[in-house]
């Protein structure tokens, strides 16, 4: 959610593209927007997604359709149990101990490297950070926490970075290593080093967007409970391709050029 937030503060929030847990496309709705928007479905088992990945990074490769691919090469959501796991996997395998992240997963990672690197600006090493506590879903819903969110980003040139397998996993691991001293210092001093401060998003735009997604979800909603039986008809349809073309992973149409704006858009990791 907060990429999401990111990428709307920067101009690419139509860019944005996931590498998901395939059991998310199984959710009601929201599946069929992953659909759309082209997210990455994987299992978790390499040996079914990297084809998978390569097909579809196959298909990000023009220029004129910049993306930002946001992969988590931990692979799951950070927990205490998970962290003992991964500690204790680090200790019998001579990898740093790392208390505020897991060990990363490298070869989705390298796998999207490989395929994009001709096609990439750069990397970007996003790592976030909340005040107080870590928040849950319903946090989040409720408005409850976080009561601050820190995102520190650096950016990582190409040519920094190795290109073999093996010195790429000891790359990754070296990065995370960072990351989770970067946490230990946050939660030591309450804020990344040579911190800045965005600025708030207009309330006034996002009250106007907010109204207009109500009212067009209302209207949406009234015609199809007490219009015409066509509408009905047309409603049914439409969810019933939509369900089709998720369950199959039929993509549809992509358009055919876009705005020069789109063209100088940066595409990165």
Request: hydrophobic share 40%; aromatic share 12%; proline share 5%.
């Amino acid at each position: 959610m907060y990429l999401w937030d990111l990428a709307l503060r920067k101009g690419h929030l139509g860019y944005i593209k996931y590498i998901l847990k395939s059991s998310l496309m199984k959710l009601p709705i929201f599946s069929w927007a992953f659909h759309i928007f082209e997210f990455i479905p994987v299992e978790r088992k390499w040996e079914i997604d990297e084809a998978i990945i390569q097909n579809k990074l196959s298909k990000y490769k023009n220029p004129r359709d910049p993306i930002w691919l946001a992969v988590f090469p931990e692979g799951t959501d950070y927990t205490e149990k998970k962290c003992i796991k991964s500690q204790e996997y680090a200790s019998e395998h001579g990898l740093p101990k790392l208390e505020h992240v897991l060990l990363p997963k490298t070869k989705g990672f390298i796998c999207c490297l490989q395929e994009l690197r001709s096609s990439l600006d750069a990397v970007y090493d996003v790592t976030i950070a909340y005040k107080h506590r870590l928040p849950d879903f319903l946090d989040n819903v409720y408005g409850v926490d976080p009561s601050e969110v820190h995102i520190h980003i650096r950016t990582v040139q190409l040519s920094d970075i190795p290109t073999s397998e093996d010195e790429i996993t000891e790359w990754m691991i070296e990065r995370f290593r960072q990351k989770d001293q970067l946490l230990s210092d946050f939660f030591m001093k309450g804020h990344f080093p040579n911190e800045g401060t965005e600025g708030d998003l207009s309330t006034r735009k996002c009250l106007a967007k907010v109204f207009a997604i109500v009212g067009l979800t209302g209207i949406c909603l009234y015609l199809t409970l007490f219009s015409s039986v066509w509408f009905k008809i047309y409603v049914v349809a439409s969810c019933a391709y939509l369900s089709f073309v998720t369950h199959y992973n039929v993509l549809p149409p992509q358009l055919v050029g876009s705005p020069e704006s789109d063209v100088k858009a940066k595409k990165g990791v």
